[in-house]
């Protein structure tokens, strides 16, 4: 709030509502604004061609090898920077070790290089964490029900150098094992990655609100117990700070919170404390009760979808991770 607000005219001679009469005073006075170039789209990619629905996702697909390069260039035709891959693992190719996740043959290496062979120009998020690979659901290793964090670190620095090999821009560690900023910087360096950004999921909550995503990439059946060990308590923000601070000196170049909506106090924090590029995940769970809601005719979508990014912006994120970037983006090509 400005000073003359605080501590200036009172009623008459101040009326909020001048400035909100008329549409050309309310466009010239916006503070936030939205835009194509503020959103990553979270893809799901599968083996099998085609695409495949995920029913608590409604209009969110997997996208197999013969509809992703389309579905990904639709995206970039619209202004969209950047899409974050998630694979489906087929079962057979989960184990404990997790060593599909190091495979520069597995389904996101394929994935990415088809992307990159078609030439589309915009960047290329890879997650980095165990859980679509591991029979048991965890980010990381599983000992004796124990997550074990150091080994677990230097299998994600692996994957991280994988996946930039196939050709990724962006590595975003969302397993919220301790020293893996570190550990993927120093990896990516010795392999001459040295242009490799990170996008850190830094302050990740140990959310309810994931459960959609955990069957679009077919690890919640198989999650023994909860992330609570690793994951972040939703009670916490100066937690939050601690992490972004650890995380950025480890080598980050961006950081991210997660969930988005509801942790909106968070994101304001972290962009006012550390002034870096700060992005937020509008997670499955938001999306299934946007969407849930407007398709039993309680919300209207078109206006919850632009309102709700828009508040990450006034929040303070420099970008969100959507699923409904591309819907947001045509409705604001659209106007
Ligand atoms: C796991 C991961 C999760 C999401 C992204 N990466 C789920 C989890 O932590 O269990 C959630 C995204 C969403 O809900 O949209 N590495």
Redesign the pocket.
Known sequence: MSERSQTGGSWPRTRMRRLRAAPWSRDLCRENALTAHDLIW?IFVQEDPGTSSIPSMPGVVRYGPDTLVDAVGRASDLGIPAVAL?PLVADAKKSADCAEAVNPENLVCRSLRKIRDAGLPLGLIC?V????YNSLGH?GLVVDGRILNDETVEVLARQAVVQADAGGDVQAP??MMDGRIGAIRDALEAAGHRDQLILS?AA?YA?A??????D??G?GGS?KGD?KTY?MDPANTDEALHEVGLDLAEGADMVMV??GMPYLDVVRRVKDRFGVPTFA???????AMLVGAAERGWLDRDKVVLESLLAFKRAGADGI?T?LAVEAAERLARG
């Open positions: 979270p998630f997650d964490a165990l859980d679509p980010d969302s397993d999921y990740k959310s609100f994931y459960g959609p995503f955990r679009a990439v690890s999650l992330k994951q997660k969930p995940y509008q997670v499955s769970g938001e999306y991770l699923y």
